[in-house]
């Protein structure tokens, strides 16, 4: 008899309570996400003000504005003195736009709004309604944009440590459309010749990063996609980072093969990226992320290692491993 693997939540949902709050735990969020939109943590700043105040500054209903205050006290995000409100600690660091810790920039987190009211229909379907799909894909990350930057910046450190750059003179980066891992790549080893093919959706803002980092002139700028657009040149490593989960296993393959074509013998390729256990029921973040792909591309998902390490092997390429990240993601390499 075949065994079977039981994999068991990490954290279980047992009592009436749990799931009640569960299930209105969506308020919540369209809470922080209304006030987000509406700039109310960045008007309020490191001040005290009234609602109506607030409300005129934001073009607002006083006696609406007043309510969605009232909510933010309750679940931590504001202090109420008297008849003026002011940001917690939490909101000024974070959801003030002046801060340098900002975060707030959530638009991308609120259009999953309207798209998870879909989840019941799209689950019965199978797939989204989405005739030209790499459209839809430059659409994503262009609205993920700034999101993407921030993870990057945790990410990319640890990333680029891991990687053996003795033999490497130069590099193709897919993927790394705010020039973060780049900027990493060229900290460590400042020779390094560096090639970017970034999406046009998303080109002239990634220009104007990589002229504030100062490295503008270190790298040259392939406008295209990789999935559609020819690859050329000779390199000793090519970077996927953090997009095959947008796309499907096949085309996924196929741009293994393509890049394959492209990197010297001896080179290596590295894909960094989200991962799934191998019954796909965690982490929590990862199950949650391919749920979403479901709801904005056909065919993306968050992968397991035995996908990836597949998709690689069916690349061509050899000798592939893998270490987890301290961010939750997966570093694999493989050998040409």
Not at 55 to 71: F, M, Q, V
Not at 72 to 88: A, P, R, V
Not at 149 to 162: L, M, N, S, T
Not at 171 to 194: C, H, Q, V, W
Request: include cysteine.
């Amino acid at each position: 008899m075949k065994s079977r693997t039981t994999s068991l939540p990490a954290k279980e949902v047992d009592t009436k309570g749990m799931i009640i709050d569960l299930a209105y735990s969506f308020r919540k969020s369209k809470i922080l996400l209304t006030a987000n939109e509406l700039g109310i943590f960045t008007v309020l700043g490191n001040e005290s003000r009234t609602a109506k105040e607030i409300a005129h500054d934001i073009d607002a209903d006083p006696g609406s504005t007043e309510k969605l205050l009232n909510a933010l006290c309750s679940i931590g995000l504001t202090y109420k003195q008297g008849d003026e409100y002011m940001n917690s600690k939490g909101a000024r660091w974070y959801l003030v736009k002046q801060s340098p810790d900002f975060i707030g920039d959530l638009n991308s987190i609120s259009s999953l709004w309207d798209k998870f009211g879909q989840l019941t229909d799209i689950v019965k379907k199978g797939e989204i309604d989405e005739e030209n799909e790499e459209k839809q894909l430059e659409m994503l990350v262009a609205g993920e944009f700034d999101i993407q930057y921030r993870f990057d910046c945790k990410c990319a450190p640890e990333v680029v440590q891991a990687l053996n750059l003795s033999k490497v003179n130069k590099i193709l980066m897919l993927g790394d459309n705010a020039g973060i891992y780049t900027r990493e790549f060229l900290d460590s080893k400042p020779e390094l010749k560096i090639d970017m093919m970034i999406l046009p959706s998303v080109v002239k803002k990634s220009l104007g990063l990589l002229e504030a980092a100062g490295i503008n002139d270190k790298v040259r700028i392939i406008e295209g996609n990789p999935y559609i657009d020819e690859l050329t040149g000779n390199y000793d490593l090519v970077v996927c980072s953090m997009f095959l989960h947008r796309h499907s296993l096949w085309n996924n393959i196929n741009l293994m093969q393509k890049t394959y074509d492209i990197i010297n013998s001896g080179g290596n390729i590295a894909i960094h990226d989200y991962v799934l256990n191998d019954q796909r029921t965690g982490p929590e973040d990862s199950a949650v992320k391919s749920l979403s792909l479901m709801l904005e591309t056909k065919g993306g998902e968050v992968y397991t290692h035995t996908d990836l390490w597949i998709t690689m092997r069916e690349g061509w390429y050899r000798d592939v491993k893998h270490i987890d990240t301290s961010m939750g993601t997966s570093l694999f390499t493989g050998l040409k």
